[in-house]
Structure formats: structure tokens, C-alpha cells
């Protein structure tokens, strides 16, 4: 086996994904030695165990714990089937989309999931309908019916062609129907769940412990016997617990030092390596309506314009991230550069116009909230420049706050903050997952958003388009909007940086098109 105290140390390999992967011939076989579970750190923990309470972060635990109908085997760039044996639409509308199941699927409490467990699990997120929860995913579903034990039929009350992309995701986890009831969350801990892996145990922000489910009927080629992720407040600490092999893998919340250490000199003398790949993550602000300041639409348009997003990048992540200017990413169809096109680079006189124009002449004061534990340990330092920026433009007085990421989403959802920060990784690699989750009443943010020419045309037209490439004008259409209300106001996007020890193979292969970790991928080399 790989010798971790052997005299000659290796030098820390920075290695793209395309590379890894078109060369992965080179790497080693799967250990055949027990050596306990191979342990993941990552600063993102969840805020739930209820797939029908989460449309965050929490999905990296459930990829790897729940199964759905469809999910993406590695390489895959569209939905495939799982918990699924096939599924497809079975009209020329995009309005009936049927699944089969595969034979003999049970969960890991012995309890057999057929198609009445799809439909409990579907319906259980429109009824509870927690704010800020999955059922906006679900806004083209108007029934669920479950004809025999292996069938599960959709019926759509509007065309939808991402649909089955939305089944793949983890929001649309399938729960045991006896442990999870109809029509509220689930109290207490644990997961009944029928994915790769169970959860052996949890501790709340601290751990989850998963092992392998020997009851698990899907594509999931499971390269370890079991994974145990651990939730770090920062970046620092999980670093150092990589350096010290108190874990193997950090996967998010990695700060640009830490990233630039590992990919320079000072890291010649670990065994580490930094597997770099393109990303689709973002980082926003969103702008409360209902606040007396940040409901103007001419003081959000000032902040646009005042906003120095290079500054950011540069300043803060050293280039670890780029500029982002509109709600789709660089890489997909529809992005744009709408924000860029509109307001140009930084200005302080063209904001003071703006303002002056709409009668506001004192400096605005607007608190500025963030999450203290959430997306890495640059947000802080983050918030601290957007502050100065704005302070120094002399048009606005800028309070900072934080919180936990428990309470920092309760905060949103209720609607006490006038501004927030907010991230997104992508439920699905398509323009319509960085427009539609945020508009409408019920949206992700918490934040009723209407937006009727996105909601009632733009989107339901690109619905009805099966090939993706074809919409990319609606799209560009729906950021103009985005533009001109600013009440969501992209800052940038990242790339995505895994560290692992050098005895540790699969993180290249690891991530999904939503950028979640399948833990399956994971294994240690047994020589070099």
C-alpha cells in the first residue's frame, strides 16, 4: 500500500478533469484492504435530512444516501435511469412522462419501494410546501398516479421538457412512505433512504457516517466500502486536517489561499493533489422588495452600477473565480453579459445620477446580510469589500450582518434581510436552472419574485423545446429582464477545486453535472 511517512514525498499535482479522465488508464487499481472508511471534508452541512425541506446544500448528503428515479452515471450530461429501468415521455407534447421501475427495489429498512413510494415522496413536496423548499421544482406537475407496482406516470399540466431533469435531482429523493409522513417533515434524525450508501450515524454540523447499502439496486459502481463526511466551519480547518490525514478529500469551501498554496512551491513537500475542473457555481446578491430602500428599483440599479466585480475576484479569491454578468454562467446556452452591456464598468457619477434622478439624495443606508459558515471563509472578507466600495462611492451607508446557515435561511425565508448573499450550484446543467428557480411566488430564495413574461411566456415556451439549443433567445430574453429589475444582481463565477492525499484516486470522476459529489468514485491506489 501507498506509505504515507515514506522519506520521499511527492510533489502536488494540480491535474485538470479532461485530463484525468481521458488518462485514467494510468491510475491503479481499487484497494482490496480494508482501511476504514475514506473520510471527506467539505463546509457545506446540511440543514436538513427531509429531501421535501431542502433545496440546498443538503443535496450532497442525499446524492450518496437517497435514490431517484433518474440521476447522472459518470460522464452522463443528461438524466438516465436509477431507482428507474426507463423512462420517457409518451406523448408529442412533453406533458406525460412515464417511468418503470426496476425489479425488486427495496430500502434499507427492508421496506419494498414501488411506484406508491415515488408518488407518496412527489406529493409529499407539494403538500408540505415549505417556504423556499423543492415544490417550486414541481410547477408544471399536476398529478401523480402510480397504475401498477412498477409504473409512475406524470402528468404535466404544461409542457416541460426539463422535467426529467428535475426528477433527477435530489430534491426529488424517493422516501419510505411509513417513516416519512404525507403532509409534514419528518421529526428526528436518521434517513430511510435507498441509495448507494446509509447514514450509520450523524451528528448535526459535524459528521455523517455512511456505509455501504447492501440492499442498493442502481448504477452507483460503489469503489469503497464506506465514506465519512465531516463539516468544517472553514477552510483553514479542513486543510489542516488534510495535511495532518485526519481526512483524505476536502471537497467544497476550499479559500483561494488555500488553493494557491496547494497549487504552488510550499506544497512541494506534501503528499497532496489539486484536481481543478470548470464550474457553474455562482454567487448573487438578492434585493428584498419589501424593503423601503432595496424594494427602489433606481438604489438596486446604483449598487449595479457601483459594483466592482473584478475587485472581487482579484482582491478577494485571487482569481480563483471570474466575473459573472447575469444569472447563467459562462458554458451554457444563453449566457450573456447583460449586466456588463447595461452599466459598463464601475462608475460613481452614473450612480449618483441615478440616484438624483429618482429624488434620493442622502446616502442610502442598506444592511448587508451573509451566511458566517456557509460558502467558505473568503464571504466574509467578501462582504467587507462590497462594503467599501459602496461606502466610498458616498452614496450609501452599508451595515454588515451575519448568521448561521440554519438561521441565516429562516432570516431570508421570512423576509428580514433588505439585501443577502446567496450561492447556487445548479440543480440540472440547463439556462432554465439559473432563471427559473428564482422568480415567481414560490421560489428558492424565500422572496416572492413576479415576473409574468418570464413565468407565463419565456419559460413555458422553452419548455415545449426538447433540443436546448433552440431556446437560447427566450433565455437571453429572461436575463434582459433580470437586468433591467436588478433584483438579482450576479458577482461571479467559480471554478470547482478538490484536494485529496495522493493515495486517493476518483475525484476527477467524482462530480456530477451539478457539481455534487458522488461518493461512490472515491478509492484508494494501491501502487503508484
Known amino acids: 500500500?501507498?506509505?504515507?511517512?515514506?522519506?520521499?514525498r511527492r510533489i502536488a499535482a494540480i491535474v485538470s478533469i479532461s485530463t484525468l479522465v481521458t488518462g485514467c488508464g494510468i491510475l491503479s487499481s481499487d484497494s482490496s484492504e480494508d482501511e476504514g472508511p475514506i473520510v471527506v471534508g467539505t463546509t457545506?452541512?446540511?440543514?436538513?435530512?427531509?429531501p421535501a425541506a431542502s433545496w440546498d446544500g443538503s443535496w450532497e448528503l442525499f446524492r450518496n444516501v437517497y435514490q431517484t428515479l433518474l440521476s447522472y452515471p459518470n460522464g452522463a450530461t443528461a438524466p438516465e435511469p436509477d431507482a428507474a429501468e426507463n423512462c420517457a415521455f409518451t406523448d408529442s407534447t412533453n406533458q406525460v412522462y412515464r417511468c418503470e421501475l426496476r425489479k425488486g427495489l427495496t430500502f434499507s429498512n427492508g421496506e419494498p419501494l414501488d411506484a406508491q413510494a415515488v408518488k407518496h415522496s412527489i406529493d409529499r413536496i407539494k403538500n408540505i410546501d415549505v417556504n423556499g423548499g423543492p415544490a417550486g421544482l414541481l410547477g408544471t406537475l399536476e398529478r401523480v398516479q402510480a397504475p401498477s407496482e412498477r409504473e409512475v406516470v406524470f402528468h404535466l399540466?404544461?409542457?416541460?421538457?426539463?422535467?426529467?431533469?428535475?426528477?433527477?435531482?435530489?430534491?426529488?429523493?424517493?422516501v419510505e412512505p411509513g417513516s416519512y409522513p404525507a403532509d409534514a417533515l419528518r421529526d428526528g434524525g436518521g434517513i430511510v433512504g435507498s441509495g448507494p450508501y446509509t447514514l450509520q450515524s450523524y451528528e448535526d454540523g459535524e459528521r455523517a457516517e455512511l456505509v455501504r447499502n447492501d440492499r442498493y439496486k442502481g448504477f452507483a459502481d460503489r469503489h469503497n466500502e464506506a465514506v465519512t463526511i465531516r463539516y468544517f466551519k472553514d477552510s483553514a480547518g479542513m486543510v489542516k486536517a488534510l495535511r495532518s490525514g485526519e481526512i483524505q478529500v476536502t471537497y467544497r469551501g476550499l479559500a483561494a489561499d488555500d488553493v494557491i498554496t496547494l497549487q504552488g512551491a510550499t506544497s512541494k513537500d506534501e503528499d497532496l493533489q489539486l484536481v481543478e475542473g470548470s464550474g457553474t457555481e455562482i454567487r448573487y446578491l438578492v434585493f428584498n422588495p419589501e424593503d423601503p430602500w432595496a424594494g427602489r428599483k433606481e438604489v438596486r440599479?446604483?449598487?449595479?452600477?457601483?459594483?466592482?466585480?473584478?475587485?472581487?475576484?482579484h482582491k478577494i479569491y485571487q482569481d480563483t473565480v471570474d466575473p459573472l454578468y447575469s444569472m447563467v454562467p459562462k458554458g451554457l446556452t444563453g449566457h450573456t453579459t447583460g449586466f456588463f452591456d447595461d452599466?459598463?464598468?464601475?462608475?460613481?457619477?452614473?450612480?449618483?445620477?441615478?440616484?438624483?434622478?429618482?429624488?434620493?439624495?442622502?446616502?442610502?443606508?442598506?444592511?448587508?446580510?451573509?451566511?458566517?459558515d456557509r460558502y467558505g471563509s473568503e464571504t466574509a472578507q467578501e462582504f467587507k469589500e462590497i462594503k467599501r466600495?459602496?461606502?466610498?462611492?458616498?452614496?450609501?451607508?452599508?451595515?454588515?450582518?451575519?448568521?448561521?446557515?440554519?438561521?441565516?435561511?429562516?432570516?431570508?425565508?421570512?423576509g428580514e434581510y433588505p439585501v443577502f448573499g446567496r450561492g447556487w450550484s445548479?440543480?440540472?446543467?440547463?439556462?432554465?436552472?439559473f432563471i427559473a428557480p428564482f422568480v415567481g411566488e414560490q421560489n428558492a430564495l424565500g422572496t416572492p419574485y413576479p415576473a409574468p413574461e418570464i413565468t407565463g411566456e419565456l419559460l413555458p415556451r422553452s419548455r415545449r423545446?426538447?433540443?436546448?439549443?433552440?431556446?437560447?433567445?427566450?433565455?437571453?430574453?429572461?436575463?434582459q429582464i433580470l437586468v433591467d429589475d436588478a433584483r438579482l444582481l450576479p458577482l461571479w463565477q467559480g471554478k470547482q477545486y478538490v484536494a485529496t492525499s495522493t493515495d486517493i484516486s476518483g475525484a476527477e470522476r467524482a462530480m456530477d453535472p451539478s457539481t455534487i459529489m458522488m461518493m461512490w468514485q472515491l478509492y484508494r491506489k494501491t501502487s503508484w
Open 1 to 8: 500500500m501507498f506509505n504515507r511517512n515514506r522519506g520521499l
Open 44 to 50: 457545506s452541512a446540511p440543514s436538513t435530512l427531509d
Open 157 to 174: 399540466d404544461k409542457p416541460d421538457a426539463t422535467f426529467p431533469f428535475v426528477l433527477a435531482t435530489p430534491a426529488m429523493s424517493i
Open 301 to 313: 440599479q446604483a449598487v449595479a452600477q457601483v459594483i466592482d466585480r473584478n475587485a472581487i475576484a
Open 343 to 372: 452599466y459598463g464598468d464601475p462608475d460613481v457619477g452614473k450612480a449618483r445620477e441615478i440616484l438624483t434622478d429618482a429624488g434620493i439624495t442622502e446616502p442610502v443606508p442598506l444592511t448587508l446580510w451573509y451566511t458566517s
Open 389 to 414: 466600495q459602496l461606502d466610498a462611492s458616498g452614496l450609501f451607508e452599508i451595515t454588515l450582518e451575519s448568521r448561521p446557515w440554519k438561521t441565516y435561511v429562516t432570516g431570508y425565508q421570512k
Open 426 to 433: 445548479p440543480d440540472f446543467p440547463d439556462a432554465e436552472n
Open 465 to 479: 423545446e426538447s433540443d436546448r439549443a433552440n431556446v437560447e433567445k427566450d433565455f437571453e430574453r429572461a436575463q
